[in-house]
């Protein structure tokens, strides 16, 4: 019986790339970088990205997509007053946006024109930094096998927040101008200039941390979340349930951190078992619900009225 000795593939991520299959005989090349779409098996062979994504993958992109529109959300806020009626339809616009962006990401992604994507599993965080593991057999000579070993989890954000920034491009300036009239002109535009700058800043952060995000955006909503539902309610001075129901948008806010706190809850626990899972959403309420018992025997009005006296 003859057998085919080839050398070892070394590196974690360097593999051999198909180049020829009839039937039961396949051919492979030497050792080196896999396709885009693909990544290497236990085998060491290049094999496509077939899978779909998982419900934690999914929950991830989630995340991501929501940073931009978030932060759109906090600078239109910052920059429009209390008393601009422009800030709820920026508000829509900017939901609009990324809603937009989002669907053409999904729809230019492999496979095109459909709301879903093929993936490759993420087996560990070295799969998010493949620019780090290429092998110098020699000490010398480097085998370059950089390739996207979580396609499409890692390109596909870089896509999205380039479709947002263009769509806001296109949209929001007209809307500014026609709505905003109760702004200065130098106010106008603020929430825009301020996405200019936070958007290359998450660029580079899905670029340097993408893997970092990946397994710690769970942990991240639930801290973010809870320390800004309590920073909210004692800047309102919020200190029972009367002063929560007095006002629309400070049940919008509560509903709106609620969310956010089930979405990181469901995250961390994945729903790997439904029946296990499901009742610690019942912990949603829980941080308000302590605020309120306990705001009165910190007062934050007077601790608020005492920081603007300067005591």
């Known amino acids: 019986m003859a057998v085919d000795i080839q050398p070892a593939c070394l590196g974690l991520y360097c593999g051999k790339t198909l180049l020829f299959k009839n039937g039961s005989t396949e051919i492979y090349g030497e050792c080196g970088v896999c396709p885009r779409g693909q990544r290497t098996n236990a085998q060491k062979y290049c094999q496509p990205c077939t899978e779909s994504p998982e419900l934690y993958d999914w929950l991830y992109l989630g995340f991501m997509a ?4 978030v932060l759109h959300w906090f600078f239109i806020e910052w920059y429009s007053g209390k008393k601009s009626s422009s800030a709820v339809f920026q508000h829509i616009t900017a939901l609009f946006e990324c809603t937009m962006a989002a669907i053409i990401t999904l729809l230019v992604s492999d496979p095109v ?4 994507i093929h993936s490759c599993r993420v087996l560990m965080l070295s799969d998010w930094y493949t620019m780090l593991y290429n092998p110098s057999p020699d000490y010398v000579t480097t085998v370059h096998c950089t390739h996207e070993a979580v396609y499409p989890l890692y390109t596909i954000v870089f896509i999205y927040y380039a479709f947002c920034l263009v769509l806001m491009m296109l949209l929001r300036p007209l809307l500014v101008k026609k709505i905003a009239c109760g702004l200065g002109k130098s106010d106008r535009f603020k929430s825009i200039y301020a996405a200019l700058y936070f958007f290359p800043i ?3 952060l899905q670029a340097v941390g993408g893997g970092l995000l990946y397994y710690a955006f769970p942990y991240i ?3 973010l979340s809870l320390v800004t539902l309590a920073v909210y309610m004692s800047a309102s001075e919020i200190e029972n349930c009367y002063d929560l129901l007095v006002r629309k948008k400070r049940l919008i806010v509560l509903f709106s951190h609620w969310l956010l706190h089930a979405y990181g809850i469901i995250s ?4 790997d078992k439904l029946e296990q899972d499901l009742p610690l959403l019942a912990l949603v309420p829980t941080p308000a619900l302590f605020y309120l018992f306990t705001a009165k025997f910190t007062e934050p009005s007077r601790i608020l009225s005492e920081g603007a006296n300067g005591h």
């Open 66 to 69: 929501m940073l931009p529109l």
């Open 113 to 116: 024109g459909v709301l879903y």
């Open 268 to 271: 961390i626990s994945r729903v």
């Open 221 to 223: 909503i639930l801290v």
């Open 202 to 204: 998450l660029t580079v």
